[in-house]
């Protein structure tokens, strides 16, 4: 089993790839590439799906922890962060 395995770590890895110190945005969309590719053939459809779900479930937590801390409605700052 690898980190790919598992939803979770693999979230992770994305996330730190955007936001670490040395991020250079196409370095990081390139890691973000590989790790999706690398889950897409380590698990095919079913872990792409669990990674998806994951990663709405993380972005959603983190909605929700801003929106309480700041006296707002998890809707409104979920539009604000989704807006084109």
């Known amino acids: 089993m690898t980190d790919m395995d598992d939803p979770r770590c ?6 730190m790839a955007v936001v670490s110190d040395d991020h250079i945005a ?10 999706v590719g ?10 792409l799906e669990a990674l998806a779900v994951e ?3 993380k972005v959603a937590e983190l ?3 801003i929106a309480t ?3 707002l409605a998890a809707v409104d700052i979920a539009d604000v962060l989704l807006l084109d």
């Open 10 to 15: 693999a979230v992770q890895r994305m996330v």
């Open 26 to 35: 196409e370095v990081g969309e390139a890691v973000l590439r590989a790790i």
């Open 38 to 47: 690398d889950v897409a053939s380590i698990g095919g459809t079913d872990a």
């Open 55 to 57: 990663l709405a479930l």
């Open 63 to 65: 909605v929700e922890r």
């Open 69 to 71: 801390e700041d006296g």
